[in-house]
Structures are given as C-alpha cells and as structure tokens.
C-alpha cells in the first residue's frame, strides 16, 4: 500500500470521522467485483436496498463496500485496490450527507439563486454542495444536476468551506415524480411518492401484496443474472412486463416505486443511473400505451 500513502492516509482519517470510504482506480471509477461476486451471486452488501448476505473482504459492489473499519480498509483484501487507486471517493448516505453535483457554471448559478447556501467544494468544472441528510440519489433532476447521496459514491476532493446546513426540501423534491398521465381506459398511475411497494402507495390496485411482491422479486432476479450485458434491456422488458399486469386497475398501483426497485437492481449490476432510469420508464410508458 506503499505506492499511494496519501490516498490510504486520507481514506484513514475520514474513516475515524465516520464517512464511509472506498478506493477509485483509473477512469475515477470503483474496482470490479471479485469472481465470487460476480453476477451477484453472494446476494449483494447487507447494506443495499436489495439486503444480501455478502461478507466478501474484497472492495467490491462499487458505493456498498464503502467502510469506515480501519482494519477492513488496511486489510489484505483492499491492499491490491490502493496500490492502484488514483482518487478516493465516499459514501455520503453512508456519513447521512447529500452531495448536490453540479457539473458546470449554470448549475452553480441555478444553486446559488434557489437553494440555502451550505458547505461547498470545487470540483473540476463546477461545485460540490453538501447538505446534511440522507436521500435518494438521481441523476440529471435538471440540467447538470445529480444528486449523491443513499446509492452513489462522491469523489473526495477536499473539506469545502462555509457551514453545511440541513438537508432542504427544495432538494428532496427535486426526485419526486410527476403521475403516470392515465390513458384512454384509466391506466394505473403512479403516486409520487418513492417508497417501497406497499398497499400505502397502491391504493387503487386489485392484486395482492403477494402476487406483486412475488412477481417484483423474479424480475429483480432477472435484472441482476445480466452483469455481463443487457441489465438495462433486461430492465425495460421486466417493467414493461410488470406494468402490463396493472392495466385493469382503477389505480394508483404504486408504479413509481416498483420502477424505482428495478432500477436499483440494473444499477447495481453496472448499468449507468441515467440509463437504467430511462429503460424503466420507457417500459413503463410502452405498457401504459399498449393498454391505451
């Protein structure tokens, strides 16, 4: 671990201050899985939406094996990572932090404009705004705008300055989703809200909890067997499929949170944020129009 002291040295002191750490290699992006990992065969970290049973030592599942265990991040096991490691990144959901990234100088100024200031931090072509609170992360809420935070790692590029403040609902709304427009014959909608499946977000649905849960489950399975390739396909075609079996309900049936599961699993096996939510939408949206 010699060829990147000062990484480790950093990794090491925002551990003790109880951020979750992990190493980056070249292409600021998390080492791969390990073999036994691969295809989430282990059932994934305890500490993914989606719990597993994985207790592998090595850094793997990308943000989940983010620590602050310092005889885990100086193991063995992660000796390898920091040998190659350029950049170190964090876990801000992990530290109950959200990152508010913005990518370049309209963003900053939209920020500036709308938000309460908070703790910053310079970035290559923007800035870096911390709030203190957890939430879900997503990518591209506006225009060079993504927010990090419970399912995303950020780069660690420094403290910041100026008094990081509470988490504002002006950010948490900006992943809320508007309802499913319903279709000629009353194609379910989806609630606005993002919670996990449940009679509390599908109120106007004729199936039981059972019946969506068990379906929601196999095609999670599905999603996460393609790590090689076609996760993203894999994802349109089982919200595609999900959503069809809703059309004869009066509605809501909760369609937003069964998207936001799949689109977690497809993440969790490599696909990009923004992809995996646009293959779930679009399913979502061919099984509305074929209803129509």
Same mark, same amino acid.
């Given at each position: 671990?010699? #060829? /990147?002291?000062?990484?480790?040295?950093?990794?090491?002191?925002?551990?003790?201050?109880?951020?979750p750490?992990?190493?980056?290699?070249?292409?600021?992006?998390? +080492?791969?899985?390990?073999?036994?990992?691969?295809?989430?065969?282990?059932?994934?970290?305890?500490n993914?939406?989606?719990?597993?049973?994985?207790?592998?030592? =090595?850094?793997?599942?990308?943000?989940?094996?983010?620590?602050? *265990?310092?005889?885990?991040?100086?193991?063995?096991?992660?000796?390898?990572?920091?040998? !190659?490691?350029?950049?170190?990144?964090?876990?801000?959901?992990?530290?109950g932090? $959200?990152?508010? *990234?913005? *990518?370049?100088? $309209?963003?900053?100024?939209? =920020?500036?404009?709308?938000?309460?200031?908070?703790?910053?931090?310079?970035?290559?072509?923007?800035?870096?705004?911390?709030?203190?609170?957890?939430?879900?992360? #997503?990518? =591209?809420?506006?225009?060079?705008? *993504?927010?990090?935070? @419970?399912?995303?790692?950020?780069?660690?590029?420094?403290?910041? /300055?100026?008094?990081?403040? #509470? @988490?504002?609902?002006?950010?948490?709304?900006?992943?809320?989703?508007?309802?499913?427009?319903?279709?000629?014959?009353?194609?379910?909608?989806?609630?606005?809200?993002?919670?996990?499946?449940?009679?509390?977000?599908? /109120?106007?649905?004729?199936? $039981?909890?059972?019946?969506?849960?068990?379906?929601? !489950?196999?095609?999670?399975?599905?999603?996460?067997?393609? $790590? !090689?390739?076609?996760?993203?396909?894999?994802? +349109?075609?089982?919200?595609? +499929?999900?959503?069809?079996?809703?059309?004869?309900?009066?509605?809501?049936?909760? @369609?937003?949170?069964?998207?936001? !599961?799949?689109?977690?699993?497809?993440?969790?096996?490599?696909?990009?944020?923004?992809?995996?939510?646009?293959?779930?939408?679009?399913? @979502?949206?061919?099984?509305?129009?074929? #209803?129509?």
């Amino acid at each position: 671990m010699n #060829a /990147t002291p000062e990484v480790l040295r950093v990794a090491l002191a925002l551990a003790a201050a109880g951020v979750p750490v992990l190493p980056l290699r070249a292409g600021k992006v998390p +080492f791969g899985n390990c073999r036994t990992c691969r295809g989430n065969a282990c059932g994934g970290r305890p500490n993914m939406k989606a719990a597993g049973p994985c207790r592998c030592p =090595a850094p793997c599942h990308a943000w989940a094996a983010a620590t602050t *265990d310092p005889h885990v991040i100086t193991s063995p096991a992660w000796a390898p990572a920091w040998q !190659e490691a350029v950049v170190l990144a964090y876990h801000p959901g992990g530290a109950g932090l $959200t990152v508010l *990234d913005l *990518d370049n100088a $309209t963003a900053v100024a939209w =920020a500036r404009a709308t938000l309460p200031a908070t703790r910053t931090v310079p970035t290559t072509r923007g800035e870096h705004w911390l709030y203190q609170g957890a939430m879900l992360s #997503a990518n =591209a809420v506006r225009p060079g705008v *993504d927010i990090k935070s @419970l399912t995303q790692y950020a780069r660690w590029l420094g403290p910041g /300055t100026g008094r990081m403040v #509470a @988490l504002p609902s002006t950010v948490r709304a900006l992943v809320v989703k508007e309802e499913t427009t319903p279709g000629r014959r009353g194609v379910a909608s989806s609630p606005r809200t993002l919670a996990p499946w449940s009679r509390q977000v599908a /109120t106007g649905c004729r199936h $039981t909890e059972r019946y969506v849960r068990t379906g929601l !489950e196999r095609g999670l399975a599905l999603v996460r067997a393609r $790590t !090689e390739s076609g996760a993203g396909s894999q994802a +349109f075609g089982v919200a595609r +499929f999900l959503a069809a079996q809703h059309t004869g309900c009066p509605g809501p049936c909760g @369609l937003a949170a069964i998207g936001e !599961e799949i689109v977690t699993a497809a993440v969790t096996v490599g696909v990009p944020e923004t992809y995996a939510r646009r293959a779930v939408a679009n399913g @979502l949206e061919v099984a509305g129009e074929r #209803a129509a």
